[in-house]
């Protein structure tokens, strides 16, 4: 199914208090579940030149993802055009997109708790680096759940995880590229690099 994806995330500092807080105003857990998603590039690594992401996750099932950026860049919103399939073998289709000429690149990992209020959609993500919001929906409604939650909008994040990565691995010097809960035992990650202070 194709559709736009527009979210926005936010650093969390409390993780616990703001489950509360989401779950008080009426949304509804769907589970937390762990996430294994490998990156995957053409051998020229023209991807990622064109901000083109070609990822396959595993959870409870696999799904085969394809996010692009809108004809329109958006400068206040996380916005892609968003292409998901779920696929019945996560291993065979791996090497489907080897033989189509597409190899992992890089492994990202995550738990993420999901929920929902309607057509919004949040999600409570603990990431190897830190744990973050992610609040998918119309523009107004994302919004709207920022400030019901108490979240500063000037502290939104409208970049991807990996591009977080990609600068705290700058910042620190990290010679890894996995963004893995294995890599970064021992390493403690500033939080004022999430909000533009580090």
């Known amino acids: 199914m194709s559709h736009m994806e527009i979210e926005v995330k936010f650093f969390l500092e409390d993780k616990a208090a703001v489950r509360q807080r989401i779950l008080a105003l009426g949304a509804v857990s769907q589970g937390e579940r ?4 490998i990156r995957f590039e053409d051998r020229d690594k023209s991807l990622i ?3 083109v992401l070609l990822r396959l996750r595993k959870d409870n099932q696999a799904t085969l ?4 950026p809108p004809e329109i860049a958006d400068t206040e919103f996380k916005v892609y055009r968003e292409i998901e399939t779920q696929v019945s073998d996560f291993e065979n289709t791996k090497q489907i997109l080897a033989g189509l000429g597409f190899l992992p690149e890089q492994v990202y990992e995550k738990w993420r708790e999901t929920f929902t209020a309607g057509p919004v959609v949040l999600c409570l993500d603990t990431l190897p680096y830190g744990d973050f919001l992610e609040i ?10 920022a400030e019901k939650l108490g979240l500063a909008w000037e502290n939104r994040l409208v970049t991807n995880y990996l591009g977080m990565f990609a600068r705290i691995r700058e910042k620190y010097g990290l010679a890894f590229t996995d963004v893995t809960f294995e890599n970064f035992e021992g390493i403690s990650v500033d939080s004022k690099i999430f909000l533009g202070k580090g």
Do not use: G, P
């Not at 993802?65 to 692009?68: F, I």
């Open 34 to 37: 762990f996430e294994t998603n």
């Open 49 to 51: 030149k064109r901000n």
């Open 65 to 68: 993802t394809l996010k692009s």
């Open 136 to 145: 998918e929906a119309d523009k107004e409604s994302i919004r709207q759940w």
